[in-house]
């Protein structure tokens, strides 16, 4: 039974291509996240949201764009693709304030 | 914010061998988590570990929050401890913020 589940685990799209990438979450926490990882394996906080705020790493274009349909669930949309964008990309999730964060398995997300 | 760094970058050993990983963090802390990042790219997470000392088989994890530093035992290596160890700390609004990872391999 996977506590953080992300689909799809490969993505390949063209340049100028929009893509999402979905996030649920079985664990009842409150806080989910986003994570880039690039090419030097550094993990970098994309997007934090719970229900009560969204907090936005500042370096993040806004061609990307986390939606939450529920408490379960924060999808990750990214508009007009560039080569750029191509690493892997986490879910995440804690409640917040414990913050034991549990990780979804990845998407590797090429642009062509 | 919080900076996390972990050393060494790179480790080589011989299987069998022991280790121990170094992550230190800027601020006070009230958790501190263990990661290990397998050659096929999942997160695992090794130890949830805000103070004091922890064992899980041939890993083991303490941290010392007043000195503002945790360390990763991993003893007898064996060629699937291969991969990538990240330690994160929370940052600003608890967000978990990583470290570089300390890139291991253990040759058979």
Known sequence: ????????????TQMGNDKSIKCEQNLGHDTMYWYKQDSKKFLKIMF???NKELIINETVPNR????????????LHINSLELGDSAVYFCASSQEGVSEAFFGQGTRLTVV | GIQVEQSPPDLILQEGANSTLRCNFSDSVNNLQWFHQNPWGQLINLFYIPSGTKQNGRLSATTVATERYSLLYISSSQTTDSGVYFCAAPGGS???????????IVHP
Do not use: C, E, M, W
């Not at chain 1, 506590?3 to 490969?10: D, M």
């Not at chain 1, 990307?64 to 999808?75: E, R, V, Y």
């Open chain 2, 94 to 104: 608890y967000i978990p913020t990583f470290g570089r990872g300390t890139s291991l």
């Open chain 1, 1 to 12: 039974d996977t506590a953080v589940s992300q689909t799809p685990k490969y993505l390949v």
């Open chain 1, 64 to 75: 990307f764009s986390p939606k939450s349909p529920d408490k379960a669930h924060l999808n």
């Open chain 1, 48 to 50: 934090s949201y719970n």
